[in-house]
């Protein structure tokens, strides 16, 4: 107790959590809620360097008071309501395979497991839309929809690590055939949201209309900062007919760039564009077992064989065009293959190894100066700790790129507060020296808790519309505190 600390403030205190306790074990059930420590540093956990740092060095993560695990949307907007009522922050957790620290509660309050919410509620095979809670994992949804011949085309490196539906949209999450099928954010058609006060939001059944502004894609991307999704409606596709690969080597990545670039204002649609630079390749030949050829491009199309024809001869003229040699289809297949091995376990990076992902998006024309600006930064500026530099391309689009540039520091300070300290400077180094050069802050990962204090930097003036809107959809800010840099809770009682 510090001195001035009364025992009627610390019994108060005491009290509070447990009628808070009891509230939630009413609501929701005394077995789906929890105060054990243990539970507690569980929920806070994602696979941010900064989590995994934590409990390398037996730090405890911030963490909430609480954990609730509600089993329907009702259950949920009873939840949010008790925690407006006692203005406690809400920090929703899916599959926690996030890597921002968007998990992490800094200010305490509610952690809102939704794992429970795991029911796959329709599949229209008419229109081609599958309906599911948000709790659902991609490879459980994955495998009903297979069984009928469709698929959600969602494919993420955290496929198996746990990532849910709620969570790929609340992140903008990407898989490896967004190329072709898009991002969480063109997938997804309608939400069920519940918002402060413990009201349920329904979007509209379609995102295409003139019915006014587009709620539905305010809540995709939020973070659990304005509502809770509960229920997602997602468009699907028929399983391909068939699939086909290509495999080129390059002179250079910005030969490479140059060939993806032609790829896409050609308006072909390969499901996969891949471009390693040579770090990038090496690593690739050890995990996965492709050879090592200095740049390597993978891409595989898919659909009716018609069409993969056409698209693989019309790719491979462009991508000769470009400077590119053929490798053939074996190293597509074998990457094809093995394109979840780099997350398998013991091939992710891992402390004491310090190491961050910056995949930073941008238009064709600012990409090869974003990547040598990025990589002369890394390289150089810590120079003195070994940081090395690596990047592919992953995400393509009509217009533009994703950088999936990363460093890594083999031995970092063993201080922990000298090794924060660094990972913020590298951090702050890429991410900045990429916006300067014409990147945008983040593609897929999220910005959690890590990135929030670039937003401003990154949006301007614009930046304080979003906040507007947080205000007014969430006036005790306690939904996902301090995540996108949106601060801590206002007049909490807490």
Excluded at 106 to 135: F, K, M, W
Excluded at 300 to 326: F, P, Q, R, W
Aim: charged share 20%.
């Amino acid at each position: 107790m510090s001195p001035t600390t009364s025992a009627g403030e610390v019994s108060g205190s005491h009290y509070l959590r447990g009628q808070i306790a009891r509230e939630l074990s009413t609501a929701i059930g005394a077995a789906n809620v929890s105060t054990d420590p243990a539970d507690l540093q569980a929920q806070a956990a994602d696979w941010s360097w900064m989590s995994k740092y934590m409990l390398y060095k037996n730090l405890e993560q911030p963490s909430a008071d609480f954990v609730a695990r509600p089993g329907s949307t009702v259950d949920v907007e009873r939840v949010v309501q008790i925690a407006s009522d006692y203005r406690i922050p809400i920090v929703t957790r899916g599959g926690g395979s996030g890597t921002q620290g968007g998990t992490f509660a800094p200010y305490g309050g509610i952690s809102l497991d939704l794992s429970r919410l795991n029911h796959v509620i329709e599949i229209d095979d008419e229109s081609l839309i599958v309906t599911t809670q948000a709790g659902v994992d991609g490879p459980a949804l994955e495998e009903k929809l297979n069984h009928k011949g469709l698929t959600l085309a969602h494919y993420p490196g955290s496929y198996h690590l746990g990532a849910t539906i709620g969570g790929f949209i609340a992140a903008r999450g990407s898989g490896v055939v967004s190329t072709k099928y898009g991002k969480a954010e063109d997938q997804v058609l309608q939400l069920e949201v519940v918002v402060a006060p413990g009201k349920t939001v329904t979007t509209l059944p379609v995102p295409s209309h003139a019915a006014g502004s587009d709620l539905l894609q305010s809540f995709v991307g939020s973070e659990g900062t304005l509502g809770v999704i509960t229920q997602a409606s997602l468009r699907i596709d028929p399983l391909p007919e068939t699939r086909g690969f290509l495999s080129f080597s390059f002179p250079d990545i910005f030969a490479g760039i140059e060939a993806g670039r032609l790829i896409m204002t050609n308006r072909l649609r390969p499901a996969v564009i891949r471009l390693y630079d040579e770090a990038d390749s090496k690593k690739l030949q050890d995990w996965v077992g492709t050879p090592f050829t200095g740049t390597l491009m993978i891409i595989m199309c898919d659909g009716s064989s018609e069409l993969v024809n056409y698209e693989m001869k019309a790719i491979t003229a462009l991508a000769e065009k470009a400077g590119g040699a053929s490798l053939g289809p074996d190293v597509g297949q074998t990457w094809w293959d093995g394109k979840y091995e780099p997350y398998a376990k013991g091939k992710l990076p891992q402390p004491p190894l310090m190491y961050g992902t910056f995949d930073q998006v941008a238009r064709f024309v600012d990409l090869p100066r974003i990547y040598r600006a990025k990589k002369k930064i890394i390289e150089e500026q810590f120079a003195e700790y070994g940081a090395r530099y690596t990047a592919h391309l992953s995400h393509w689009y009509d217009w533009g790129a994703m950088l999936y540039d990363r460093f890594y520091v083999d031995e970092p300070p063993t201080d922990p507060a000298e090794a924060m300290v660094l990972h913020d400077r590298l951090w702050d180094a890429g991410i900045l020296t990429g916006l300067e050069n014409g990147g945008v802050l983040n593609d897929h990962h999220g910005v959690g808790i890590k990135l929030g204090r670039f937003m401003r930097t990154q949006h301007g003036a614009g930046f304080e519309l979003m906040r507007q809107l947080k205000d007014a959809w969430d006036p005790d800010g306690i939904m996902n505190p301090g995540k996108l840099g949106f601060g801590p809770p206002r007049n909490s009682k807490w």
